[in-house]
Structure formats: structure tokens, C-alpha cells
């Protein structure tokens, strides 16, 4: 039980996140558009929207006024609201051009979920009642490479992704930066388990402080990025914060044979070593100055 509680506060907060990104009025059409060619059931004249979350719901009419788009909603209907093909049509075809993100993102909030097997593993579930819908969505998303497969279950279609990659790359590719970065130290905590369980019966007090001092950096590089501190680093320093959060494990001698063949960025392991420490500092300071806000 504690896990169902877990993944539903996660996809929650994704759509608390996503559903608020959207502001502009080219961005609000593409979101209903996704949360209605995802979520709805249709006829020739009208849509329907069924949304249990009272939060997501009242952002949904609140978009809709926003767009002077006419719709049906009355204190019967606790989480349905109809709107007429004549006020709103959505595309048969998804081509939204520059606001993907945005169409995504109403895909994910009208029908999307995280679900997990075991507490370690997430995947991510996209559904619709219309077996044509889900295959455009499913087209057009492994367009960009995600592998989503199908699967019909209970009179709805899904589509689904197991790869905590590529779900990671479908939470950027909606906008959802604080999901994102959530995920992501949900992994390096579950790759710290994996390691020090490995390494139980080995150098063990060594292999722990290199794990951990890798994780630790990992750690420090993230928080620099969701907190928008890149301007105190330069390019040389934010490239190799990026290649170590790619290569974990890596000493710093491949480090440095990375930096020089790929980004052609020469530097010692000494002028590393220094990086992460100013790394630390930064982070230190920027944390104690939050706790005196």
C-alpha cells in the first residue's frame, strides 16, 4: 500500500507541475488540445472530459475561461465537463509544431500515470478509450525515440515505457524540470544501495568513500542545475559537470581523457579535483544562505 501512495503522489505532482507551465495562449490551446484528444470521449457534436482531481479539474475550467471557450458544467457533474466541437475542435492530426511540449503535457495530465511493479522500478502509462488516438501518440512519441509499446486492458488502449532513461527524457520533454530532478536523486539513492550492497564483502571502507564521494558530487551537479547557480561556474567547469553525471564511475583519469578527445578540454586530475571542490563550496554557501531567508 505504501507503494500505490508513493507513485500517486508522483504522477500528482507531475500534473500539479506541467499543468501550470502552461500560460500563454498558444500554450493553453495545445494543452487542452492533448488533455482532450487524450482524455475525452466523443461524438460527432461534442466532447466529453472526465477529471477526478478537483485541483486539475478547476485549472481546466480556469484555462477554458481563459480561452473564452464555452463549456457545459453543473454541481451533477462532479468531474465531467462537455464542450461542443463548434467552440473547440481538436486536430485529427498532432502537429503543433514549436508546442509539443505543451500538447504532451495535456496528454500526460488527462490520461497519463507513474506505476511501479516493485517499489525500485517506475514506468510511465499513457491511455485512451480510442484505439486510433493512442496510436498517433505512440507514432509520433517514438518519432523521438521513446520504444513505447501497447497493450489494450479493461476496454482502454495503453501505451507504456519501463526505461527510467527514457521516462526521464519524456518528464523533460513536458516540462516537468522539478519531476525530473526528483527521479533523478530517486536514482543515484537507489544506485548508492546498489553499490554499497556490492561491495560488502570487498575493500570496504574504500570502495564506500568513492562511492559515496561520486554520488555526493552527482548530488552537488544537480543541485546547481535546479537551483540556476551555472553562472557561477564557466563553460569549461558546466561540460564537466555534465560528463561526470554521464559517466558516474568514471576515475579521473578517464574524466580528463573525455574532456580532451570529446570536448577537447585539457586538465589534470589535480585541475578536477579542484572543479569539485569549488563545486562543494558553491553549494555550501548557496544552502546556508536558504536557511537565513
Known amino acids: 500500500m505504501k507503494n500505490k501512495n508513493i507513485k500517486s503522489t508522483f504522477a500528482w505532482e507531475i ?75 481538436v486536430k485529427d492530426e498532432i502537429d503543433y509544431k514549436d508546442y509539443l511540449t505543451f500538447f504532451f503535457a495535456g496528454v500526460f495530465c488527462g490520461s497519463g500515470n507513474i506505476s511501479s511493479k516493485v517499489s525500485t522500478s517506475y514506468h510511465l502509462e499513457i491511455s485512451s478509450r480510442y484505439k486510433e488516438k493512442i496510436d498517433k501518440i505512440m507514432e509520433k512519441l517514438n518519432l523521438y525515440e521513446f520504444h513505447f509499446q501497447q497493450f489494450y486492458r479493461n476496454e482502454k488502449y495503453y501505451i507504456y515505457v519501463k526505461k527510467q532513461d527514457k521516462l526521464l527524457d519524456f518528464l523533460s520533454a513536458i516540462g516537468a524540470k522539478k519531476s525530473w530532478f526528483k527521479l533523478q536523486n530517486w536514482r543515484i539513492e537507489k544506485d548508492k544501495e546498489n553499490i554499497l550492497n556490492r561491495i560488502n564483502n570487498i575493500d570496504i571502507s574504500n570502495l564506500q568513500k568513492i562511492a559515496k564521494s561520486s554520488l555526493k558530487h552527482i548530488e552537488n551537479i544537480n543541485y546547481v542545475f535546479e537551483n540556476n ?51 562543494e563550496k558553491v553549494v555550501e554557501k548557496h544552502k546556508n544562505s536558504k536557511h537565513f531567508e
Open 15 to 89: 500534473k500539479k507541475e506541467i499543468i501550470n507551465n502552461a500560460s500563454s495562449k498558444p500554450e493553453i490551446f495545445a494543452f487542452l488540445s492533448g488533455l482532450i484528444f487524450a482524455n475525452a470521449s466523443e461524438n460527432e457534436t461534442r466532447y466529453e472530459l472526465k477529471i477526478k482531481n478537483q485541483y486539475i479539474l478547476e485549472k481546466i475550467i480556469l484555462k477554458l475561461s481563459k480561452m473564452k471557450i464555452p463549456f457545459e458544467k453543473n454541481e451533477k457533474w462532479k468531474t465531467k465537463i462537455i464542450i461542443n466541437k463548434k467552440d473547440f475542435l
Open 229 to 279: 547557480l551555472e553562472s557561477e561556474f564557466k563553460e569549461n567547469e558546466l561540460v564537466f559537470f555534465r560528463v561526470k553525471t554521464e559517466n558516474k564511475w568514471a576515475s579521473f583519469v578517464e574524466l580528463s581523457n573525455i574532456l580532451l578527445t570529446e570536448n577537447n578540454i585539457f586538465i589534470t586530475k589535480s585541475g578536477l579535483n579542484h572543479w569539485l571542490r569549488k563545486l
